[in-house]
């Protein structure tokens, strides 16, 4: 399953699989280091989400660009969706530069932000963090929506197929939803840590861009020049 994968394919594996094991191994043996050295702000695993998401901007704009004389209003609207998706969620794990240029917060993200940082994910409402309902529970069900609902309908049922593609939605390939499982039974399921959603965060930005990039639709995200070239 894995040797018809693209080198950049298997680096990306080999170093999201190396460092979440890295990373649930350290968190028990010690969890204090483990908060303060490998999930700390602006630390290793924040700027490697990052990257990766900016990695994923980069695909998708690309993408955008190349297919634009050649799909629907709708699979290009849906495209340019998924880029401001990896724009955002690389802006809000940096809170928008406010580290890096030395921004102090507005009165609003200090009191109403979990950590007074300019960003959406930490805002608190009624006492419950956005992050925990919205970035975790939701896109939670979504994801298992994604892989046990919407992904075996596809390679079923033709009608689901043709909207699915009409949205531009890339399907994860196999390696893939292996992937996602064991990152949620991993992160997810057996870890104990606080400090879990940094590392769901950190993988799953990786197994997300590998799913953009390199769909098991991928003719869909190929221009006709290309789809010929390779037939």
């Not at 799909?71 to 969620?89: D, H, I, Q, V, Y």
């Not at 102090?104 to 925990?132: M, P, R, Y």
């Not at 919407?150 to 390939?173: C, E, T």
């Not at 197994?207 to 639709?217: C, D, E, K, R, S």
Request: hydrophobic share 50%; proline share 1%; aromatic share 16%.
């Amino acid at each position: 399953m894995l040797k018809n994968l693209s080198l950049f394919e298997k680096l990306a594996l080999a170093y999201v699989t190396v460092f979440t094991l890295v990373g649930f191994v350290w968190s028990y043996w010690d969890h204090d280091s483990f908060k303060n050295i490998y999930v700390i702000e602006d630390g290793f695993t924040e700027w490697s989400t990052v990257v990766f998401l900016l990695i994923g901007l980069g695909v998708t704009l690309k993408r955008f660009w190349l297919l634009k004389a050649e799909r629907s209003k709708t699979f290009l609207f849906m495209a340019f969706l998924l880029a401001l998706l990896f724009f955002f969620g690389a802006g809000e794990e940096i809170s928008w530069g406010q580290r890096i240029f030395n921004v102090e917060s507005t009165e609003f993200f200090v009191k109403n932000n979990a950590q007074g940082e300019i960003n959406l994910h930490n805002l608190v409402v009624n006492d419950t963090k956005i992050n925990k309902v919205i970035f975790g529970r939701g896109i939670g069900i979504m994801l298992l929506l994604y892989l046990f609902v919407l992904i075996p309908l596809y390679k079923k049922k033709v009608g689901v197929r043709k909207v699915v593609d009409n949205l531009a939605i890339p399907i994860a390939q196999n390696y893939q939803v292996a992937a996602y499982i064991i990152l949620l039974v991993l992160a997810q399921g057996l870890m104990a840590s606080s400090k879990k959603g940094e590392m769901l965060e950190f993988a799953g930005s990786i197994i997300f861009l590998l799913n953009v990039a390199y769909p098991y639709n991928k003719a869909l995200f190929e221009t006709r020049r290309t789809s010929k070239a390779g037939s």
